[in-house]
């Protein structure tokens, strides 16, 4: 009996997760489908002019180009020599940890941004045309445009017999870090989602300003990259979805054909004197 309601509980865990997925998966789906309906702009010269015949001057688009710098803004990567729009360093930790329960040593990482800094870049397109993007880094798929420039692994200090016997009593013992930089490159091409605004520099002057809500290499891996989490989402509700159905069918069927046979069972022949 309790293994049937277990299995009930279980069933009904399932099913909500699935639910849950199929909402995300609903979610991701309605905003592709708003996607396709948004302007698109690989030529960025007919993005100013989209906007100047505008009555608010901003819209919400998708654009791409290539990355360039503003002026002499830059952030340098000394150990890589390359320099980009945005710098991204991090740091994973790993340590050895003993679990107790299964009485082995496994290993636990940890990582740290130590640090994300972002500077305004220009989106250029093939004839020059650009538009101004002045934040990038809270975008979501940030880290998609970013470049690997350089990585190094550092094993653990030295440690005495003392310092490695405390490990051992504490059930924890540093097993080293990795450090990995990232870069948004000049000269990589990126494209985004987001609100474009007209803004005036001076009377004979204006410049578009761009600020992406998600980015990609390409407008092509921007919407390949939803139409995948819509199709993981879809295989995961049906997967929750059957699983969890299958899962309470099979546990009240006992249930329920021990209710038949209590009440389908004949009454016992009356004792006659």
């Known amino acids: ?9 279980i069933g009904a865990t399932s099913m909500l997760g699935g639910y849950l997925f199929r909402k995300l998966m609903e979610g991701t789906s309605k905003k592709l489908s708003d996607m396709e309906h948004v302007p698109r702009f690989r030529n960025l010269g007919e993005l100013k002019n989209h906007l100047t015949a505008s009555p608010s001057q901003q819209d919400y688009v998708i654009v791409e ?63 020059g045309n ?28 030295k440690r ?20 990995q930089e990232f870069i948004l490159l000049f000269g990589s091409p990126l494209a985004g989602v987001g609100t474009a605004v007209l803004s005036k520099q001076s009377m004979f002057n204006t410049d ?8 990609a290499p390409s407008i092509n891996e921007l919407f390949s990259r939803n139409e995948m989490m819509a199709s993981t989402f879809r295989f995961l ?13 099979f546990s009240l069927a006992p249930l329920v054909y021990r209710l038949y046979l209590k009440h389908s069972k004949p009454p016992s022949d009356a004792v006659t004197a």
């Open 1 to 9: 009996m309790e293994q049937n309601i277990l299995g009930v509980v």
């Open 208 to 215: 578009v300003i761009f600020t992406p809500k998600e980015v």
């Open 65 to 127: 180009g290539i990355v360039q710098k503003v002026g002499n803004g830059s952030l340098l990567s000394e150990k890589a020599s390359v320099e980009g729009a945005a710098h991204v360093i991090t740091t994973t930790t790993s340590t050895k940890v003993y679990d107790n329960e299964r009485k082995k040593w496994g290993e636990n990482s940890h990582t740290v941004v130590n640090l994300n800094l972002a500077l305004p870049f220009k989106l250029v397109d093939s004839n």
């Open 237 to 249: 509700s049906l997967l929750f979805l059957i699983g969890g159905g299958t899962l309470i069918i």
């Open 130 to 157: 650009y538009v101004r993007v002045n934040s990038v880094n809270d975008a979501a798929g940030f880290q998609s445009v970013l470049k690997l420039v350089f990585q190094e692994k550092t094993l653990p200090e």
């Open 160 to 179: 005495s017999i003392g310092d490695f016997a405390t490990g051992m009593a504490l059930s924890e013992i540093p097993n080293g870090s990795h450090i």
